[in-house]
Structure formats: C-alpha cells, structure tokens
Antibody, heavy 118, light 109 residues
Framework: EVQLVESGGGLVQPGGSLRLSCAASGFTFSSYWMHWVRQAPGKGLVWVSHINNDGSSTTYADSVKGRFTISRDNAKNTLYLQMNSLRAEDTAVYYC???????????WGQGTLVTVSS | EIVLTQSPGTLSLSPGERATLSCRASQSVISSYLAWYQQKPGQAPRLLIYGASSRATGIPDRFSGSGSGTDFTLTISRLEPEDFAVYYCQQYGRSPLFTFGPGTKVDIK
C-alpha cells in the first residue's frame, strides 16, 4: 500500500524554524517527483514546493521562496521541508504528495499542522 | 501568472441529482494538465480526475471530467451521500508551476 506520513509540525514563534518530514512507503520513492502543499485553517489548497526524483531540481511558490527549502533522502525514502523565518501567515496544515500523471498529486499524506504564533 | 476560478462557490443539491462544477483558467492550460480533487472535512484531498478527463484509480464512474483550453468541467452524474465535499481543480505547467482553484463546496440541500 502506498503511504505518506508527515511529521514535525507544531507551535513555533514568528521568525523561528521548523523541519517537516514525510516518510514514504509502498512505492519506489526515487522514481517520483514529490510536493508540499499547504492549507490554512478554513482555506483552500496552496502548492508550496516540488522536487524532482533525484533532488537536482526544485521549485517554490513565491510566498516561500528564500525561506523554505525542500530536499529528499532517497536512501531513507523521506522528503523534507526546512522552514525558516516563519510568519503567522505560514500557519497551515502541510501535506506531502507524490507527483502523478499529467502533473497531478496522488496520493497525499494525512498532513501535519504548523502554527506560527507568539 | 495563471489564475483558476471555480464556480459556483457553493452548490446545494439533493442526493441523486446531477452536479456540474466549473473551472476556468485565465490562460490556456498546457496539454490538458488539469486535475480535480475531492476533500472532506478533516481529511486529505483525494485525486479524482487527471489529464482533464481520466479517472484516477478506484474512482466511481459517476465522476467525469471534460474540457480543454481554459474551460473545464467536473460532473457527478448522481450524487451519493459520500459525495458532499469540497472540490478543487489544479493545473500544471503555467507559472506558477502548480496552481489550485479556490474550490467549490457541494452541500446537501
């Protein structure tokens, strides 16, 4: 069974840092693009970042560029999101998702909540 | 920058009725790289449709997608109780590389 499990969320003060992890199982992790998508409370989905299968190419939404870094460890089947200089507007549930056909996302993890507040 | 607009914002229907959801793009979507997702409260999104019209694995055939260019439609032929949820469209390829629409909520009339 394909499974994605996020961890690392929590409460952090504005300006602080947090690293999210996404453990993948049930598929050949090194063969797939991976993504982070977030959802603020009561709001819609916002794509955050993508990394290609070998980690050589990454892209970011303008809202996080220069503050967030996506990476992966294919030996550990794990995706990461390093989040620095966090702001209140970064408060959201962060989902990892596997890249799929025609640029879609499938499946998704259950999400991890990040709260930025003093 | 491409923007996806979904309409209506909320669709109030009864079980058994047909639902028609619209997703309009501000620029032509590249090669029909358009997907649809369903999200229920407290759950992660689930892929329904990719490539504008292909059903994802395990998705019932009452869900269908159509369209090209800037106009896309998700149709649910006969609403089941479990179909009441929020639906998002998403494109790949235009800047920003991946974009979601704001969502359409389908609720029980």
């Amino acid at each position: 069974e394909v499974q994605l499990v996020e961890s690392g969320g929590g409460l952090v003060q504005p300006g602080g840092s947090l690293r999210l992890s996404c453990a993948a199982s049930g598929f050949t992790f090194s063969s797939y693009w991976m993504h982070w998508v977030r959802q603020a409370p009561g709001k819609g989905l916002v794509w955050v970042s993508h990394i290609n299968n070998d980690g050589s190419s990454t892209t970011y939404a303008d809202s996080v560029k220069g503050r967030f870094t996506i990476s992966r460890d294919n030996a550990k089947n794990t995706l990461y999101l390093q989040m620095n200089s966090l702001r209140a507007e970064d408060t959201a549930v962060y989902y990892c998702a596997r890249g799929s056909s025609y640029g879609s996302f499938d499946p998704w993890g259950q999400g991890t909540l990040v709260t930025v507040s003093s | 920058e491409i923007v996806l607009t979904q309409s209506p914002g909320t669709l109030s229907l009864s079980p058994g009725e047909r639902a028609t959801l619209s997703c309009r793009a501000s620029q032509s979507v590249i090669s029909s790289y358009l997907a649809w997702y369903q999200q229920k409260p407290g759950q992660a999104p689930r892929l329904l449709i990719y490539g504008a019209s292909s059903r994802a694995t395990g998705i019932p055939d009452r869900f269908s997608g159509s369209g090209s260019g800037t106009d896309f439609t998700l149709t649910i032929s006969r609403l089941e109780p479990e179909d009441f949820a929020v639906y998002y469209c998403q494109q790949y390829g235009r800047s920003p590389l991946f974009t979601f629409g704001p969502g359409t909520k389908v609720d029980i009339k």
